[in-house]
């Protein structure tokens, strides 16, 4: 580990890193095509996670499967030095439109970059741990796993995220919004639609005004927060008033306060339409909170310094509009990094039919390799320099002791 401290070993160090990435490309690529190809929903990426599991372990990791009691979560560990690292793999697809958000992009890139460190482990004094986190879309696996020890003892945790082209590779003072997903249910009274509607409690009602209360609220929000809603059920035929409605929906802002407080209007919008239509209303939770991104700016500089090697624009960031991850709930306890991977020509918004089928072009697995090489040159950088080692290793042992005392 001392021979990294020096301007010359890191240079050596990030050339043979650099080699490991190469040596692995046409593994790690065909592994994340497959992942792009098997477009898995969120607790359902059996062949995902396990091509992602299986690749690592023929590079000399030890694999744990089924990490946190989740199927198709894991662990690959390697190494046994004080300071702990992790790398999160995303392998989930979205309903209809598979990888529009480039997950396999994501795997590819932490798989890659822990191949190339694995022989490098014990010369930089980690533990690395490449950890497979199911069901980031919808139902928050990170913060399942996380509730379940799976981050236990890490001292920083990295991943990376396609966005569309034009964003900048610098991370400094890049965010996410924290998310709330609930689902409203109105109960009124059936009756036949001709012969008897007076009779009648009409649930659709209520869901329609929901819409209309939501839909005017929108002018009184400040422009970061939002609000998205669908109804997912309101009747089955013409001739019965319906008497059960659903609607699920989501509060999104940059603070866990602002997300409160939104939250709170939006379910008085319910509550007003339930009121106004005689239907009763429950509203529970469907996923658990996301919560507002961190990036580390130690880890934001070395990443950007790496991303300057590679020619990209790494220019101060105006900041991402809108998005959530289940990284921010990581990034809440633990120093994290979670840059914007821009693909070279995707002129589309990403959650779309046009970005899913740019996130397996050349032009993204491309990409997808240089942030390998800069993930593990960030990690290198980080572990090979004192001041922040300490920071890092400081902060995983205050969480263990303060995890020890809470639940002694």
Avoid at 261 to 277: I, K, N, S
Avoid at 371 to 395: H, M, S, Y
Wanted: include cysteine.
């Amino acid at each position: 580990m001392e021979q990294t401290n020096t301007t010359a070993g890191m240079a050596t160090l990030r050339a043979a890193l650099a080699d490991r990435v190469e040596d692995w490309k046409p593994r790690v690529q065909a592994m994340a095509h497959e992942i792009h190809t098997n477009r898995e929903l969120s607790f359902e990426e059996v062949r995902s996670a396990e091509a992602a599991a299986a690749l690592l372990a023929d590079g000399g990791f030890e694999v744990e499967r089924g990490t946190g009691g989740l199927p198709t979560a894991f662990t690959a560990s390697a190494g046994s030095g004080e300071l702990t690292v992790a790398l999160c793999v995303e392998y989930d697809a979205l309903p209809d439109i598979g990888h529009a958000c480039g997950h396999n992009l994501i795997a590819g890139a932490s798989v890659a970059a822990a191949l190339a460190l694995r022989p490098h482990v014990d010369e930089l004094g980690i533990t690395l741990k490449a950890i497979g986190t199911p069901a980031e879309e919808h139902g928050g696996g990170k913060v399942l796993l996380l509730e379940r020890g799976a981050f236990d003892g890490v001292g920083l945790a990295l991943m990376v995220h396609p966005v569309q082209d034009g964003v900048t590779y610098n991370p400094a003072g890049t965010s996410a919004q924290a998310v709330g997903r609930y689902k409203a249910t109105f109960t009124g009274k059936a009756a036949h639609a001709a012969a008897a509607p007076h009779l009648a409690v009409n649930a659709a009602d209520a869901a329609v005004l929901s819409q209309v209360a939501v839909g005017l609220l929108r002018q009184q929000i400040p422009g970061d927060h939002r609000i998205a809603l669908y109804v997912a059920e309101a009747g089955h035929v013409t001739n019965i008033i319906p008497e059960r409605a659903v609607v699920e929906f989501e509060c999104r802002a940059f603070t866990l306060a602002e997300y409160e407080a939104l939250l709170e209007r939006v379910r008085r919008c319910f509550e007003g339409a339930a009121l106004a239509t005689g239907t009763t209303l429950t509203i529970e939770s469907t996923e658990p909170v996301y919560e507002p991104l961190l990036q580390d700016t130690a880890l934001a500089a070395h990443w950007t310094e790496a991303m300057d090697v590679f020619g990209k624009d790494t220019s101060p960031s105006a900041g991402i509009t809108g998005g959530s991850t289940d990284m921010g709930n990581i990034s809440q306890v633990i120093p994290s990094l979670h840059p914007w991977l821009s693909i070279p020509g995707a002129d589309v918004a990403i959650h779309s039919h046009g970005f899913a089928a740019l996130a397996d072009s050349p032009e993204a697995y491309g990409v997808m390799f240089e942030a390998a090489t800069a993930l593990a040159w960030t990690i290198a950088a980080a572990a090979g320099t004192p001041t922040e080692r300490a920071r890092f290793v400081k902060a995983a042992y205050r969480r263990r002791t303060f995890t020890q005392e809470g639940t002694s």
